[in-house]
Structure formats: C-alpha cells, structure tokens
C-alpha cells in the first residue's frame, strides 16, 4: 500500500511539472529527467495534441518485414510474456518505425487499456503520440523506462513503459521490444526484463547473420568449384575429402555421394602423392602427377595448397587438377604448334605435282603412317602440315621434329619425354615428349633417315604398340598419334647399309608420296617465281611492282635447282633485293654463285658429259619408278655403280613401295648368302 502511495505522489508531482509545459512551456528540471523534457518539446514541436482521445487512433502497416522480425524474436517474447504472465502487465514488439506488429497480454490487461491503442498496426512514434517508452526508444536507441505522467498525451498517464531496442550485426536498428501496464503496477525489475530479451533476440540475429553468411559462404564457394574449369578436391587435415566437384568426378569416373568423407588413400591409394605432401606440408604447381582411381590410369596437371590456420597449424589442403590432355591442347594452340599450310597453298599445274596433291589428299583420310619422300626444298613439311588439316585429327596438334638436328644422345628425351631426375640437368618436374605433345594430332618425323639406329626398334615399337614410356619412368602412357615421316635419302639404300632398320622401313612406308624437284616440273618454275616475286614485293614494302624479264626467266628454267622450291624463293627475293628499286629484273640481278653457273651451263649447252649422264640417270630411275637393278639394266651400268653416281649427283630415289620388292628380295638374298 505504501509503495502505491508512493507511485501516486511520484506520478502527481511529474504531472503538476507536466501541467506547466503544456501551459507555458516551462520545465522543472529537478523534477523531469533531460530525456523527458527534450522528448515533450519534438512532440509540442511536431504538433502532437496532449488531450486527443485515443479511442479512434487509427492502424497503419508496417513498412519493415515484420515476418522476419517476429521470426528472430518470437520465440524471446514468448520467454519475456511468459515471466510476466497474470501480472497485468503486455509484452509488445514495434518496428524500427515504431508500428506496433506483436502484442502479447492477458485478457484482463487488455480490457483495463481498452481505451488505449495497444494494438497492432498502431504507429507509437514520437510525431503520432509523443513521448512514450516506444518512441523514445527509437529516438536514444537505448533502453528507457517512462512512467506515468511523463507521457506527453494525457491519456497515456495511467501507462509505464519499457522498452529496448535492438539491432542487427551491422548496426541498423530492427525493432523494440516494450512492456506496458498501470503505473500502479510498477515494477523496478521490468526494464532489465526487457533489456534481457533484446540482448538474447541480438544473439539470435548475430547466430543467424553468421549462419547465414556461412551458407551463402559455402554456396558461393560451391559454386565458384563447379564454374571453374579445373577438377577441385579439398580435405580436411587427415586427407578425408570434404568437397569435390563435378569436373573432378567426371575427371576421375567416380560419383560425388561416394566420394565425399572418403580417405584419399581409398581413392588413389596410400602411397599417392598427395598424402605426402599433407603429411610434409608440401605445395606444388602444375606438376605432372599419375593418378589411378577405380583401376583407371590418368595423367594431370596438379596444384596443391596447404589450408592453415592463424597459428599456422594445418587446417587441410585443396588440390587442383586438370587434364593432361586438355592442357597440351591448350599450350599448342598457345605457342603454335600447329598447321599452318593446307593444300590451298600448294602452287603448281605440273602432272607431277597434281598427281602427288592427288595422292597426298586421299592419304590424308587413311589413318595409316604415311612417307614423304623428296629431295631438300621440295615441300616435305608443307605436305605434311597440308595432310594434318585435311585429316579428321586437323583439331589436334601438329608437331614437327627434324631427326637430323637432334643429338643422338637426346633423341629418346625429345620424342618420349623423360621423369623428373632421369638424368643429370634434367627438369625436376620431368618434361613430356613430342609424342605427348602431339596427343590427338600428327607427329611429323623430318629426316627420319637420321634417326640413331637403337631409337629406330623403340619407335617401331610405339608404332605398333601406340604406348611409350618416359625416360627415367615405368608407367606406359597410351597415345593417340598419326605419324608421318619424311626423308630426302634412299632409305632403302640406307637399309643395305646396316644403318637403317627393314622392318621400320616397312612399318612406315604403308603409303609413301613422291614429291617431284622443280627441275622435273619446270612449266611451273614461271609461275612460283611470279608468286614469290609477289610476295617478296609485300615483304619489302615496295610501293611499285618489278617484274621478271623474258631473258630472265630463261634463265631461271635453264637453272637445275639443287635445293628446288626453297632455293627458288631465297633467289627471287635476292633479286628484288639486288634490283635496288628497279622495275625490270634481268640477268644482272641473279646472284654472283648462280650467274657463274648458269652462264657455264649455257655455254657448253648442257652438252658436258656430266650434265648428259644426270640426265640419262635422272630418266632411267623415273621409267624404272626407281628400281635400282632395272634402272642399272636400262642404263647398262652396275648397281653398285649405279649407287655411287646417285651419291656424286646427290638424288633423290623416286619410288612407291611395291617398286622396292626386287631390290628386297635381293638384299634378302645377300644376307642368307652371308
């Protein structure tokens, strides 16, 4: 009873101090607190009427989402109510605005401030019903506790309020949880109430924000995993897979379900490499790993990180793989190794030479390993890289190796790629071979002749068996290549040497094209130096177009063109060169070593003994298409003699192979004999 009569005295003394602002706008400050007195002057300021009556106070909707404010706090003010159940006292929950969405109370308090709108949709903002536990909350963003006749409206005198406001992790207010009754029913303890609710409702945003952020986290980095090209796996410190994603189960055959909280013992086995570097803490780059999963052998490109923690300590490891494959594709198409000449671009309207494009085009589509052979300059590698592009491995790599230019000792490393330390100097990630550069495209063995003869049994090898093996290294490695060879020498004649192997001769010479010499097609020698001066004309810049004279071109075709096409554009440009801006292009022009033979050559009028046998020999070993005994025969030589002015004049043999059976069946012969 004494507390009540203190309520009461308290209650009427703040009223008479209230009673003298709304007269004259005065206030006692030993009677009403700072917070109080600003807040009753916004609310004259902002036109609020002290004696409106509240019974008709109009709702409004709540501008927040109050779905999700009552879904972070529901559960608290269903704590906070149940505490003050039967004690006569609301529980409420306002928007940031100060629209009330949630009341709590019992039936009886809620007839007893019938006349007050404690109800949902009511704005208890400042500029709507002035001063009250609601607003001022809102307005200090701190709890606050208004009693009684502290109320800006009169009819909100019989009223205490507390309240609390809360915030998200950011700091934006959400919303206020209040507690109103009868002043009469005045409790100190209310207010810490309150401020408990809200504490715990910010822990719930905070544990929510944070759970949420750790899912959108995880989404985020679920996706990145799968839009990136690349297989990812990541486990934890004891190498148990967390995560893996969809490339890397397509990668290695096997299913996500199946593999994630698998060991990576399990999936690639205990002495993986991959264990060992978790283990020692080990990071690596693009390094070139085998894997064998679900009996399945690959080979990748793999990177591995290290996850730690503050301290250092090993949290797991994420490792990134690509396919080897893929990989070389993508450095070949980088760096140029592929075809750039396509039979377009093969000049000429001799028989001969639209036989061999004839031949070349329809050998293109066969599959099977295919020889060139031709004299120095006659277009071997353009053949070949024209071949590639019209063959349906034209998407793949075109890989070129000259045979000739390699030392013996690195020729095994250069075509089958070595292990890391293979040898000394050698790279410690190890380096792959042309063979595996030339993965699903066409390896181009230049020179083939000059092959070391120990290599000769490990390519026929790889051709019949189409698998090599690195140097330094025990994991054969399957490859998909189409091989063509070239070579400027007799190989059969390099068979009865002892330097060249029989049977890889035979291996390689399922389809063989015989490129003609320029000599042998001169009707076409005006029309590539044409072409070439055209080129040779951009090349230089030059803003007006020479061109070659009759006596020129004479020459040009009286000319015997050891080194053939090749020769023949070399010459062109070096006439343009030494015209100096001329526009007539005449004999003057050619170059000092070819001036001095073409003027011997016209002079005895290819009458000289020598040039009449390079004839003669040059006929007979067409006619023959290049039979060594018959061409001998027709020419009424020996073959061994034969065989030596072939040397002296440096030609080239021109033959297919069905016209090698006699000469095999005579080199059998000898060796039986021997």
């Known amino acids: 009873m004494a507390e009540t009569l203190s309520l009461e005295k308290r209650a009427g003394r703040i009223g008479v101090s209230w009673q003298r602002f709304i007269v004259k706008g005065k206030i006692e400050s030993y009677v009403i607190s700072e917070q109080i007195a600003t807040s009753w002057k916004r609310s004259l300021e902002a036109g609020v009427n002290p004696f409106v009556n509240l019974q008709h106070f109009f709702t409004v909707k709540s501008k927040t989402n109050f779905q999700y404010l009552l879904k972070v706090s529901r559960p608290f003010l269903d704590n906070l109510y ?38 949902e949709g009511v704005n208890w903002s400042e500029d709507s019903l002035g001063t009250n536990c609601i607003s001022l909350a809102i307005k200090e963003k701190i709890p606050v506790q208004v009693f009684a006749t502290e109320h800006f409206i009169q009819q909100l005198h019989p009223l205490v309020g507390s309240a609390a406001p809360f915030f998200s992790q950011n700091g934006n207010l959400l919303g206020i949880i209040a507690m109103f009754g009868l002043y009469k029913d005045f409790h100190p303890h209310t207010l ?42 990541s486990v934890d410190s004891q190498g148990r897979i967390s995560m893996v994603n969809t490339v890397a189960c397509k990668m290695l055959g096997i299913n996500f379900q199946d593999t994630v909280s698998k060991h990576l013992g399990e999936l690639f086995g205990k002495e993986c490499l991959f264990l060992q570097a978790l283990d020692e803490g080990m990071e690596y780059a693009d390094r070139d790993i085998t894997l064998s999963c679900n009996g399945i052998t690959n080979r990748f490109y793999c990177s591995l990180r290290i996850i730690r923690d503050e301290n250092n300590n090993k949290l797991g490891m994420v490792i990134t793989m690509r396919e080897y494959k893929a990989i070389r594709r993508l450095v070949n198409r980088t760096f140029g190794a592929q075809a750039t000449f396509t039979f377009d671009d093969i000049y000429g309207k001799h028989p001969l030479i639209k036989k061999a494009i004839s031949a070349a085009k329809r050998a293109a ?268 025969r027709l020419l009424g030589i020996g073959r061994n003699t034969l065989y030596r002015k072939i040397n002296k004049y440096n030609l080239h043999i021109p033959r297919s192979a069905p016209s090698f059976e006699t000469d095999k069946t005579e080199y059998l012969h000898k060796k039986d004999k021997s």
């Not at 609710?197 to 679920?222: F, G």
């Not at 792959?432 to 490990?458: R, S």
């Open 82 to 119: 149940a505490f003050v159940k039967g004690s006569d006292f609301m529980v409420l929950l306002a928007d940031a605005d100060g629209t009330i969405v949630k009341v709590l109370g019992d039936p009886v308090i809620i007839q007893k401030l019938k006349n007050i709108p404690l109800n």
């Open 192 to 233: 810490g109430m309150v401020v408990a609710s809200v504490k715990a409702i910010e822990n719930q945003i905070l544990y929510m924000e944070a759970n949420h952020s750790l899912k959108r986290s995880y989404r985020e980095a679920t996706t990145i995993m799968e839009e990136i090209t690349a297989g990812l796996i």
């Open 365 to 632: 589509h066969s599959g099977n390993t295919i020889l060139i052979m031709g004299e120095s300059g006659t277009g071997k590698e353009m053949f070949a890289q024209a071949i590639h592009n019209e063959s349906e491995c034209s998407g793949g790599p075109f890989i070129a190796i000259n045979c000739a230019g390699i030392p013996r000792e690195l020729v095994e490393s250069e075509l089958f790629g070595y292990e890391a330390g293979a040898f000394t100097g050698a790279r410690r990630e190890g380096r792959p071979g042309k063979f595996e550069l030339a993965q699903g495209g066409t390896l181009f063995l230049d020179e083939i002749g000059d092959m070391p003869l120990e290599m000769q049994a490990k390519l026929l090898r790889v051709l019949q068996d189409k698998v090599i093996t690195r140097l330094g290294g025990d994991c054969p490695i399957p490859v998909d290549v189409r091989v063509i060879v070239a070579s400027n020498r007799n190989l059969f004649a390099l068979v009865e040497e002892g330097t060249f192997r029989l049977d890889l001769f035979y291996r390689i010479n399922v389809i063989t094209l015989q490129l003609p010499s320029l000599r042998n097609r001169e009707t076409d020698i005006p029309l590539l130096a044409n072409l070439f001066l055209e080129k040779a004309i951009v090349k230089m810049g030059l803003s007006s177009a020479p061109r070659l004279t009759g006596k020129l071109e004479e020459r040009l075709l009286r000319y015997s063109w050891p080194g053939n096409v090749r020769e023949l554009q070399n010459v062109i440009e070096q006439i343009v060169f030494n015209a100096n801006g001329s526009l007539k292009l005449d004999e003057k022009h050619l170059p000092e070593k070819m001036i001095k033979i073409t003027t011997t050559q016209s002079g005895s009028e290819d009458m000289a003994l020598g040039a009449q046998e390079l004839k003669h020999i040059l006929l007979a070993l067409e006619m023959c298409q290049g039979n060594i005994t018959h061409s001998a």
